[in-house]
């Protein structure tokens, strides 16, 4: 029997651009996630208050992902790419500003419509790069480009953990509240621009992106096909994803997923401060580890998934998740900082797998399924809030079991798919391409 292509014919080289994207948007999240303790120093607020960082990028995600999904229907994959990169060249080149104003307000605004046009930018590369091949290989594929963006958190890691962190001035909230206020100005304008920098560097990486897809022309056979088709109902299309079970516990899986994630690295910081002190740069080491981690895992998961079947390892690792996070909330110390960096070995198959899995089937209502999921980052604005309020009143560690319970979640979405998978049968192991 003819092995099946990786990808379609011509599809080569709009799946490698499509591959920087997924890069660039592990950028723009890896080095967001240690501004909510940078912004609590700068600005002396608590981590829950600081913690309306993750609130403003997620959320925006949320908003944005359902206008994606009718740009593209309407369109195609390649116009809400461009529509996306073009939205958050905007939002990091307002950064500069931002750091002009010194304003809280104004870096979430920045933070906003960067990741909304992220958002615009995921919900169309998501699908798309399962449409550039067939759909028997359609997770492993997508894993296989998803696996380009843990390069991306590394870098974003590393450029807040060089150019952000070192900067901060080491002086207390107590000593800032004593200074006077042209001293303290003069502290956070300084502070500030280090954070603007590497965004406003960013923006013109994302313009380069964008002129590259421009040039090059980009639409698959699926959407070929679906340029003949009838005009979009959009609520049948509603009640037909509402209806589907397989996919609805996927959004749901996805939200806790992105949640667990996103409570994982953004507090990563604060856990390693408590558990063995040091500074905010010293620290932030430990999180470029649980990135390089990450970026090991998931070359090594797509690997697995020739032999094991995608819901089952989605499963165990989900379980191994909650196994590790409980660890590191009972007991603080070296450790729990090391249960805590390898958490990221269990994240790092995670979210192109239960995308996979819950779009498997959906045909004509794809690019809608894709949209649900992208919305389900929702949980990233969300959880982080409930993790930032337990860490305040009861410490960094027992905080942990925030997301160690969103594990949970997930390994039963890995279960109920060996159960039934899409429409109510076992979803194929993937070709072995």
Known sequence: MTKPPFVHPGMRLPFALLVTCFAAWGIAANMTDPLVQVFSRIFSMTTLQASFVQFAYYGAYFLLALPAAFLNRRYSYRTGILTGLGCAILGAFMFYPAAQAMTFGFFLLALFLLAGGLSILETSANPFVMAMGPEANGTRRLNLAQAFNPVGTNIGVFLAATLILPQL???????????????LNAV????????????VGFAFVLLAIWVAIALIPMTTRQERTQEAEA????GATLRRLMSNRHYVFGVGAQFFNVAAQTCVWTFTIPYVLVALGGTEAQAGWYLQASLIVFLIARFAMVGLMVLIRPA????????????????AAAAPGLGGVWAVVAVSACLSLMFPTIYGIALHGLGQDTKFGAAGLVMAILGGAVMPLVHGALMDAQGAALAYVVPGLCFLVVAAFGLFDLRHGAGGTRSPVPARA
């Open 188 to 199: 956070r304008q300084a502070e500030l621009q280090a954070v603007m920098t590497p965004y």
């Open 312 to 327: 089952l390892l989605l499963g165990t690792m989900a379980l191994l998740g909650t196994a590790l996070c409980f660890s």
């Open 169 to 183: 001035n080491v002086a207390s909230a107590a000593d800032r509240a004593a200074m006077a206020p042209e001293a």
């Open 231 to 234: 005009p979009l109902q959009f």
